[in-house]
C-alpha cells in the first residue's frame, strides 16, 4: 500500500507548523497570551465549522465522540496552546519549535498502551535517532541558557508536547469515524472556551492593538496554520498509523531553522546541520519499519505466506 498522499499533507502541515512559532511571537506584541491564543483558537475552529456546514457536512453524532473530542480538545488546544503562547515569551522560535518535538516520544508511550501501536526495531530506533537530531539541532541553546526565564520556557513547551501527544492519540482514535472538518473544528472551539475564560479572568484584554500586522498574523495562524493544517493532520491519520506520521514532526525544527535564516537572520552551526541530517536519517527508518510492517502482514506477501 503506499501513502504518497497521506506523505505530501504530512509534509505540508509540518512546513504550515513551523510557522506556529514565529507567528506567536509576532502576535504577542499586539495582544496578552491567553487572549490570542483563545482567539486562535475559536477562528480556526468557527472556520471549519462554517466550511463543514457549508458543505452539508454531519456534526459528531454520539456522546462518546463528543467526549473524546473534548479529550482532544482540552489536551491539543487548551494545553498545547497555554504553553505555545507562554513559552514563546522565554524562548527563541527557532529553538521553541525544536524543544517541542518532544511530543512524537511522549506520543508513541501513549500510542504503545492505548492504540496497541508496536513498532519494530528500526521503527524505535528511528524515533530516537529523530529525538537525538533534535537535541542536537538545540545543542548550543541548551548549553548556552541557564536563566529562569529559559528553564520556564521550556517547562511550557513540555506542557504543550504533553497535550498535543494525548490529543494526537485521541485523534487516531476518532480517525476515518468522524467528518475531519467538523471534528477538528469541533475541538478548536471547545479547547478554545478554556481558554477563553482564562483570559477573561485573568488578563487585561483592553490591551489588545488591532494593528495591520496583529490581524494578518491572527488570521494566517488561526486558518492556515491551525485549520488547515488540523485538516490535513486528522485526514492523514485515517490512512496511516500514528508513529508513522508523527515521525514526520521531526521535519519541523527543520523547517523552523530555515524560517529562522530567512526571517530572524539566525545562522545555524555545525550541530544543526548534523542534526537535521540525523533527524531526516530517523523519520527514513520509522518510514521503512511500518512499511516493512505492513508488507509483513500482507496475505500475498511472501514472508506472510510462509507463517501460514
Known amino acids: 500500500m503506499t501513502h504518497i498522499g497521506a506523505t505530501l499533507r504530512l509534509v505540508l502541515v509540518m512546513a504550515l507548523w513551523a510557522g506556529c512559532f514565529p507567528l506567536i511571537a509576532l502576535g504577542l506584541d499586539s ?22 456546514g457549508l458543505l452539508g457536512r454531519p456534526l459528531p453524532a454520539s456522546s462518546q465522540t463528543w ?21 514563546a515569551e522565554f524562548v527563541a522560535p527557532g529553538l521553541a519549535t525544536v524543544i517541542a518535538n518532544v511530543q512524537p516520544l511522549l506520543a508513541a508511550i501513549l500510542a504503545y498502551i492505548f492504540l496497541a501501536e508496536r513498532p519494530g526495531r528500526k521503527g524505535a530506533v528511528g524515533l530516537v535517532m529523530g529525538f537525538s537530531g533534535i537535541v542536537a539541532i538545540a545543542w548550543p541553546g541548551l548549553v548556552s541558557s541557564g536563566s529562569n526565564g529559559y528553564t520556564v520556557g521550556i ?13 494526537n492519540v485521541v485523534m487516531k482514535r476518532l480517525a476515518g469515524k468522524v467528518d475531519e472538518l467538523m471534528a477538528m473544528g469541533v475541538q ?11 483570559s477573561l479572568s485573568t488578563e487585561d484584554i483592553s490591551r489588545i492593538a488591532w494593528s495591520t500586522n496583529f490581524v494578518l498574523a491572527l488570521v494566517t495562524l488561526s486558518l492556515f496554520v491551525t485549520a488547515f493544517a488540523f485538516w490535513l493532520w486528522f485526514s492523514a491519520l485515517k490512512e496511516t498509523e500514528l508513529n508513522r506520521a508523527n515521525a514526520f514532526t521531526f521535519l519541523v525544527p527543520i523547517f523552523g ?48 505466506s510462509e507463517r501460514r
Open 31 to 52: 495582544a496578552p497570551h491567553l487572549a490570542f491564543a483563545s482567539m486562535r483558537a475559536v477562528l480556526a475552529g468557527a472556520g471549519l465549522l462554517v466550511l463543514g
Open 67 to 87: 467526549a473524546l473530542l473534548a479529550l482532544a480538545g482540552l489536551g491539543t488546544t487548551t494545553l498545547g496552546f497555554i504553553g505555545m503562547f507562554h513559552a
Open 155 to 167: 517547562a511550557y513547551i513540555l506542557l504543550a508536547a504533553t497535550g498535543v501527544a494525548v490529543g
Open 188 to 198: 478548536l472551539v471547545i479547547g478554545g472556551i478554556p481558554l477563553a475564560l482564562l
Open 257 to 304: 531553522l530555515s524560517l529562522g535564516v530567512a526571517f530572524f537572520g539566525e545562522r545555524p552551526g555545525w550541530s544543526a546541520v548534523v542534526g537535521g541530517a540525523i533527524a531526516l536519517l530517523g523519520i527514513a527508518l520509522v518510514q521503512r519499519d511500518a512499511h516493512d510492517r505492513e508488507m509483513r502482514a500482507t496475505p500475498t506477501h511472501p514472508m506472510a
